[in-house]
């Protein structure tokens, strides 16, 4: 069996603990009143998607598992407006590969534990809670419906530099262009990009429901 590089190890180490102290902490007290939670596995209903979950395997920044199912889930009305962004592209050839959805709050909190301060623009800080938390935030790209394989944009998904940015115009012109026609679409069915990750993008009524830090294992 391979050795991991010490400092991959380490991290490894202090996201197990990390983990294991944010799934007793508890999520900010919000006040007001919100739409009752309809989370739908998006494999149930989104035409021509394909799951990519990196959170259920260590091919992710954390580099080890931190999901222990690999699903998906948007609220209802999120997972409906997804349907036609999907429905939208199959014409042009292309599917929705999902990363992420709905995230539970306390994989957010490690997120934010593990992340070095001059990167934490590319997660969501706990204290306020995150879009997917709220099952309102989709990480996603587009696959070739022919070959089966992703679209190479013009960074990777998680990557934390500029490449990521929804407004970065190196990488190639086809990649820029993909890139765009993902966001363009998604834009035109009730979805905003994130402003530093062109994967990233809220679902506009996120506002309405509230954070979550359900399992994925209880939600049916």
């Not at 989370?39 to 989104?46: H, R, T």
């Not at 022919?146 to 990488?171: F, H, L, N, Q, V």
């Not at 993902?182 to 996120?206: I, Q």
Request: with cysteine; charged share 25%.
């Amino acid at each position: 069996m391979k050795k991991l590089p010490v400092a991959y190890t380490c991290l490894y180490c202090i996201a197990f603990v990390l983990l294991s102290i944010s799934s007793v902490a508890q999520p900010p007290v919000e006040t007001g009143t919100f739409k009752q939670t309809d989370l739908v596995e998006l494999k149930n209903i989104v035409p021509n998607v394909k799951l990519d979950i990196r959170y259920a395997t260590k091919n992710n920044f954390t580099h080890r598992p931190v999901y222990t199912q690999a699903r998906a889930f948007l609220q209802r009305p999120a997972a409906i407006a997804l349907v036609k962004v999907s429905n939208t592209l199959k014409p042009l050839g292309y599917g929705l590969l999902i990363f992420d959805g709905y995230r539970p709050w306390s994989i957010t909190k490690m997120f934010w534990d593990i992340t070095p301060v001059n990167k934490k623009n590319f997660v969501a800080d706990p204290k306020k809670g995150s879009k997917h938390n709220r099952g309102c935030a989709v990480d996603l790209s587009l696959y070739d419906l022919k070959t089966g394989k992703e679209i190479e944009m013009t960074g990777a998904y998680d990557e934390m530099t500029e490449r990521s940015y929804p407004t970065y115009t190196g990488g190639t012109a086809q990649q820029r262009k993909i890139r765009d026609l993902l966001r363009l679409t998604m834009e035109a069915n009730g979805f905003k990009v994130n402003e530093f990750e062109w994967w990233h993008f809220d679902y506009k009524d996120w506002h309405f429901y509230a954070i979550t830090n359900v399992p994925f294992s209880e939600i049916r």
